[in-house]
Each structure stands twice: as C-alpha cells, then as structure tokens.
C-alpha cells in the first residue's frame, strides 16, 4: 500500500506560480512511476505529468507544456509540480498518483494504482 499526501495548493492569480509536493509513504518510492491529475468542476479527471522511475523521463499534457515541471526528490519520497505562467482553466483539484508498472494507457486514470486526496488549486483572472 502506497499513502500520498499532497499539499501546496491555494488561490493565485492568473500569470501567478505554485510549487505542489507529494509525499509517499509506504512501499519503496524508487519503485513507483510518479505523476499528476487535476479534475476542474463538471469534467473528468485529466492526466496532467508524468515522472518514471529509473530514467526518469517526463510526459506532460499539451497544455500544461513549457508551463509545469514535475520533478521527485527520491531521498525525500517526495514528488513536485511546479506550475507557473497559470491561467483560470487550471484551476482544478490536483492529485497526485503512482503507479508501479507501465502496462497500459498513461494518460488514463485506471492505470494508476495510488491516488492522493487531493489538493485545490484556484487561479482568479
């Protein structure tokens, strides 16, 4: 079992930045591909960052490209998403996953086995 405790949300203004973190617990975090959804009011949760685990290699979502940076700080369990340049439509709840295996779709929420409670991110035009 894997726990993750995201934080670092909260209200900013568009063209503002924010620096989440998520903290894993539970199992051995070099063992996890690590990442990010957001889901805005009224629509289905959207891939937003990946991380992998070895290489780690970074994917992002066309929107948030040449805006987010994902990284993960191995000695801390930690993984970041630092967000800059926001506009209003990211506002969104932020959550943080894991996932141990590649198998399938990374965009796809199913793929990934461990989900944080989530943390809001609100951006006022």
């Known amino acids: 079992q894997v726990t993750l405790v995201e934080s ?7 063209g503002g930045s924010l620096t989440l973190s998520c903290a894993a617990s539970g199992r051995t975090f070099t ?9 805005a009011p009224g ?16 994917t992002y979502t066309d929107s948030v490209k040449g805006r987010f940076t994902i990284s993960r700080d191995n000695a801390k369990n930690t993984v970041y998403l ?38 809001q991110v609100t951006v006022s035009s």
């Open 8 to 14: 670092g949300g909260g209200l900013v203004q568009a």
């Open 82 to 119: 630092q967000m800059s340049s926001l506009k209003p439509e990211d506002t969104a709840v932020y959550y943080c996953v894991a996932d141990r295996f590649l198998s399938g779709n990374l965009y796809s929420p199913s793929e990934y086995d461990y989900w944080g409670q989530g943390t």
């Open 31 to 39: 063992d996890y591909h690590m990442g990010w959804f957001r889901q």
């Open 43 to 58: 629509k289905e949760r959207e891939f937003v960052a990946r991380i992998t685990k070895s290489t780690e290699r970074r």
